[in-house]
């Protein structure tokens, strides 16, 4: 079975970029002593979240559109998709991440942000280990691992700063792990281009306070 879109048009599609944002030209700087004037292209900056957002659906239990061994909410404009391992090995790589195998994706295609929510399973072993091996696995630095408790759940955080290759930056980047009653490991990863603004943060708190094992 091939891996479903939207994750793999996603991961071409900015292999695609990268080649070509090589040859973007920088723009010209302001001239000397004259201020610096917004590109009328430019996006509006993203109100400041007033209230956590409301759950309007939720992903991981009985009928939902990814089995998983856990579950949790979905903001409003939150779309889930299961995500299948491609047989062709070429393409298998995309799927995984250190120790970890996506096997969910939810992206914000019904709000303004460009989001997602990515599920992970990782095998057997302390959360913490599984957690900081798939983190590491990606290009980041300043690795915080924090215990917290996800209902009732002994589970750990992470918070990091992960290099985007496609905007030539440095962003934040966050994550959380848990074992299961099996002994896998779950990880969901909050990232995507607005992943720091407050309406897509807020989506990620969501999860975390409606996390729930099976």
């Given amino acids: ?29 302001p001239a000397s002593g004259a201020a610096a004037k917004p590109s009328p292209t430019s996006p509006s900056p993203a109100p400041t979240a007033s209230a956590a957002p409301t759950a ?24 889930p998709e299961t995500v299948e391992k491609p047989e ?14 996506i096997v969910c994706e939810a992206t914000s295609e019904g ?9 992970w399973t990782a095998p057997k072993g302390p959360a913490g280990a599984a957690l900081s091996a798939f983190v590491k696995d990606d290009r980041t630095k300043a690795l915080v691992l924090k215990d917290v408790k996800l ?26 792990a848990v074992e299961t009653a099996k002994g896998t490991v779950v990880i969901v990863e909050l990232g995507g281009l607005d992943a720091e603004e407050d309406a897509v943060v807020a989506a990620y708190e969501l999860a975390k306070s409606t996390f729930e094992v099976a």
């Fill in 1 to 29: 079975m091939p891996v479903r879109a939207p994750f793999l048009r996603t991961a071409l599609l900015a292999a695609a970029l990268l080649t070509a944002c090589g040859t973007t030209p920088e723009p010209d700087p």
């Fill in 56 to 79: 309007a659906a939720s992903v991981g239990g009985p009928g939902t559109a990814c089995a998983l061994p856990v579950s949790f909410s979905l903001a409003e404009g939150w779309e």
């Fill in 151 to 176: 209902g009732g759940t002994a589970a750990v955080e992470a918070r990091y700063s992960a290099y985007s290759a496609l905007e030539e930056e440095w962003r934040d980047g966050r994550s959380f």
């Fill in 88 to 101: 062709d090995p070429d393409f298998a790589a995309l799927v995984e991440q250190g120790p970890a195998t």
């Fill in 111 to 119: 709000t303004p942000h460009i989001g997602f929510l990515r599920v």
